[in-house]
């Protein structure tokens, strides 16, 4: 039993009494202060995972996208997380009549603005992710 002890680190001293166990051996210790490298180092990932985050959250409050429809009729532009920041309407569609068919074109520029948006902020999430890009893991919020 006392040579296993002495694989992991732990140094024993006889006395009278017979053996008693104290602290770590040198190569214990080596191996523990090895580990808390390790453990910095993995902090210090983690440190700079997080700044790469929040630099792409403030990259993605700052994107903008266009969306079309009927043919560039209209354009909707939207920033950040879906903030409408423009909307142009060909002079055609303002006549009496045509309301139903603007507001549906509306919608629609909106939609493809959205999923432009949408894309762009999943490429900059990605990037920011890096290797852990599309991993689930628990108790962390899925990025993209």
């Known amino acids: 039993m006392l040579n296993r002890l002495h694989r992991f680190g732990i140094k024993s001293i006889r006395n009278k009494f017979g053996y008693y166990f104290s602290g770590l051996s040198e ?56 903030e409408i920041t423009g909307v142009t309407i060909d002079d055609s569609l303002l006549v009496s009549g045509e309301g139903e068919i603007l507001a549906d074109l509306i919608v629609a520029a909106h939609a493809d603005a959205k999923r432009k948006l949408d894309e762009a902020n999943s490429a900059l999430m990605r990037e920011a992710a890096g290797p852990m890009a599309g991993m689930n893991i628990p108790g962390m919020p899925k990025l993209f």
């Not at 214990?28 to 700079?48: F, R």
């Not at 959250?57 to 209209?74: D, H, I, P, R």
């Open 27 to 82: 190569a214990g210790g080596s191996a523990y202060l090895e580990g808390m490298k390790d453990l910095n180092a993995l902090m210090q990932q983690a440190q700079a995972m997080q700044q790469k985050l929040q630099d792409a959250q403030a990259k993605m409050a700052e994107t903008t996208a266009s969306g079309t429809s009927g043919g560039g009729l209209v354009t909707v532009a939207l920033k950040g997380a879906g």
